[in-house]
């Protein structure tokens, strides 16, 4: 199975999670484990040799990829989350996104000036998450920061919003 093959099995989902929306259902490429195992060596291969030393996940679905980028690394794994969800001391950014305006925290100890850090999420839209996360982590001063996509959907120009000093990859565009 090649990277292009994990295409096709990722579902459309017309007008959710509201009318005029079509979802790219990442689901239905997960269960595959053929598939999984491409989209992990895929990942993999983008950062295999830059040093990282803490993959962030944002939730809840960059969590999956996130873990799996971590493990195969053999860096660390730090959820981004919604409010509430760290039990320690965290630093938080408010942000837009499409459907209105969310929050996202880090604990306030995850990152230091010595990690090299990939910020991972299932899918680029609009950039707002992102974009919010990036600040958080930039907050801690890295070394160096890099950002990751399964997917991104083009036509949303949501790479526009995101800083240019970093090196932004995806798997997949649409």
């Known amino acids: 199975m090649e990277l292009?093959?994990?295409?096709?099995?990722?579902?459309?989902?017309?007008?959710?999670?509201?009318?005029?929306?079509?979802?790219?259902?990442?689901?239905?490429?997960?269960?595959?484990?053929?598939?999984?195992?491409?989209?992990s060596k895929e990942l993999a291969a983008l950062y295999r040799d830059k040093g990282i030393t803490k993959v962030v996940g944002i939730e809840s679905r960059g969590f999956i990829g996130g873990s799996i980028l971590a493990y195969e690394l053999g860096a660390g794994f730090v959820p981004a989350r919604k409010p509430g969800k760290l039990p320690s001391v965290t630093i938080k950014k408010a942000y837009a996104k499409e459907y209105g305006v969310d929050?996202?925290?880090?604990?306030?100890?995850?990152?230091?000036?010595?990690?090299?850090?990939?910020?991972?999420?299932d899918l680029l839209a609009t950039g707002g998450t992102m974009q919010a996360c990036y600040e958080l982590v930039k907050s801690m001063n890295p070394k160096r920061v890099y950002i990751n996509f399964i997917v991104e959907l083009t036509a949303l120009n949501g790479r526009d919003t995101l800083p240019q000093d970093c090196e932004v990859t995806s798997l997949l565009k649409y």
């Open 4 to 39: 292009e093959s994990l295409r096709d099995l990722i579902r459309d989902v017309p007008d959710f999670p509201s009318k005029g929306i079509i979802f790219r259902d990442l689901t239905t490429m997960l269960k595959n484990g053929e598939a999984l195992r491409v989209m």
């Open 103 to 121: 929050t996202i925290e880090l604990h306030s100890d995850a990152i230091t000036s010595e990690d090299v850090v990939v910020i991972h999420d």
